[in-house]
């Protein structure tokens, strides 16, 4: 029995989506920018995913931009908003859990002279992984021309204020981004709720097909274009639209929409289910993350003294199937750098699995877990040379 538990890396795609998508592969080949009948039914196709994933986040459809996925559409946010903003002087704001898609472009920014202030989260037990808004309001300078927040976190599963944030970038007058990508198709996403002048999501996240993504531009949001080619998506990411992944999208948008509170609340259970078992069975494991404030279908856990890599593929082997972090930083031997961000240390961290469940992880498979993951646990402890667990944690107080 394989068990997959890493819906936060991807999702199987959906067989209603990949029937939306067939006929655009097939027949509907067209090129959305052709004025003939096979480019016309491509473009209808487009248009009409373009008002389901406008309604998923309760945007216009002119204010959807498709991109070819997450990574590409924070890129577009935050170069996009830096570029058109006026100044010598430019600065940004971030926070220390972000994903790489905003943390190495902020990176890149400061390579290029523009400065970046990193505001970290709470790292206190209990709430840990949480940004506290006044942080950002304090980073706040007369130069500062972007704020970029994630939604939910991909690791922690820790989801931000971001109506509080969004509230002090509009008194300041500064452009806010948000990265939804971990948080479309779990919780309600509704960008006139929320505030964000852009925000970016991905199909692959919520049971739609990979390299398809969306960055929503509030109307009269001044962004320079990454791409310059042909008149694609209004001059603001030109290039043959990706006809079937977009219409694959659109119906992954239309079924999230549908489907989430009935998703959540049944993913939800599982994974209180799988958490407290891991606790109950698991000596000295911990959660990590404010778990009064996070997605339903994540938990991180730290099993200290049993190293993460060594579970990881120690599970695998038992066709159980998680994560010790975001995906791509997997392979990597560097600790989490949310994790470090949200306090845990070095060898916790090494030490930590995330799992996340989906629409189609079924009772049995997280049954399975229960049963697989202790016993895996413990026998990756046997083979550690440190104290027995049990001792340690006697020793350590509650941080
Ligand atoms: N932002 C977050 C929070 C993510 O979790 C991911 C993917 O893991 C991305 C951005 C990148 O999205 P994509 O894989 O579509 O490029």
């Not at 009409?48 to 389901?52: D, G, H, K, L, T």
């Not at 000596?283 to 959660?287: E, F, I, L, N």
């Not at 995906?327 to 845990?344: F, K, N, R």
């Given at each position: 029995m394989?068990?997959?538990?890493?819906?936060?890396?991807?999702?199987?795609v959906d067989s209603a989506v990949l029937e939306a998508m067939l006929p655009y592969l097939r027949d509907n080949?067209?090129?959305a920018g052709s004025v003939h009948t096979p480019g016309q039914r491509a473009r209808a196709g487009v248009d009409?995913?373009?008002?389901?994933v406008a309604a998923l986040i309760g945007a216009k459809p002119s204010e959807i931009v498709f991109?070819?996925?997450?990574?590409e559409a924070d890129n577009l946010a935050v170069f996009g908003v830096v570029a058109a903003s006026p100044g010598p002087r430019k600065h940004v704001i971030t926070t220390s859990i972000e994903h790489h898609a905003v943390l190495h472009s902020c990176e890149e920014f400061t390579r290029r002279g523009i400065e970046v202030t990193v505001v970290p989260v709470s790292q206190r037990r209990g709430s840990e992984g949480v940004v506290d808004?006044?942080?950002?309001?304090?980073a706040l300078r007369p130069e500062t021309v972007l704020i970029s927040v994630m939604h939910a976190n991909n690791e922690l599963g820790t989801v931000q204020p971001i109506e509080e944030i969004g509230r002090i970038a509009s008194e300041a007058g500064v452009r806010f981004h948000c990265d939804a990508v971990q948080s479309a198709g779990k919780i309600p996403v509704d960008v006139r709720a929320l505030g964000p002048d852009l925000l970016s999501i991905s199909a692959h996240k919520f049971c739609g097909p990979k390299g398809v993504g969306a960055l929503f531009v509030r109307s009269g949001t001044a962004l320079e274009p990454r791409f310059?080619?042909?008149?694609?998506?209004r001059d603001r990411r030109p290039g043959t639209e990706n006809v079937p992944g977009i219409v694959g999208f659109g119906k992954a948008a239309e079924l999230a929409r549908k489907l989430l509170a009935e998703d959540s609340a049944r993913i939800r259970e599982l994974r209180d289910r799988l958490e407290s078992a891991l606790l109950e069975r698991i000596?000295?494991?911990?959660?990590n993350g404010d778990r009064a404030r996070r997605v339903p279908n994540t938990t991180n856990t730290t099993f200290a003294n049993a190293g993460g890599e060594a579970l990881l593929i120690a599970l695998d082997l038992q066709g159980i199937a998680c994560s010790t972090g975001?995906?791509?930083?997997?392979?990597?031997?560097?600790?989490?750098?949310?994790?470090?961000?949200?306090?845990?240390?070095?060898d916790d961290a090494r030490s930590s699995l995330r799992f996340s469940l989906g629409r189609a992880t079924t009772r049995e498979e997280v049954e399975r877990a229960i049963e697989v993951v202790p016993e895996v646990v413990e026998r990756i402890r046997s083979l550690s040379p440190r104290a027995p667990v049990a001792a340690q944690w006697a020793a350590v107080p509650i941080r």
């Open positions: 394989r068990v997959y538990l890493d819906y936060n890396a991807t999702t199987p080949f067209g090129n009409a995913a373009r008002e389901s991109t070819s996925g997450g990574t808004p006044e942080e950002i309001r304090r310059y080619g042909g008149h694609a998506e000596p000295g494991a911990q959660v975001a995906a791509c930083s997997s392979g990597s031997t560097e600790p989490s750098h949310v994790l470090l961000a949200a306090g845990l240390t070095h």
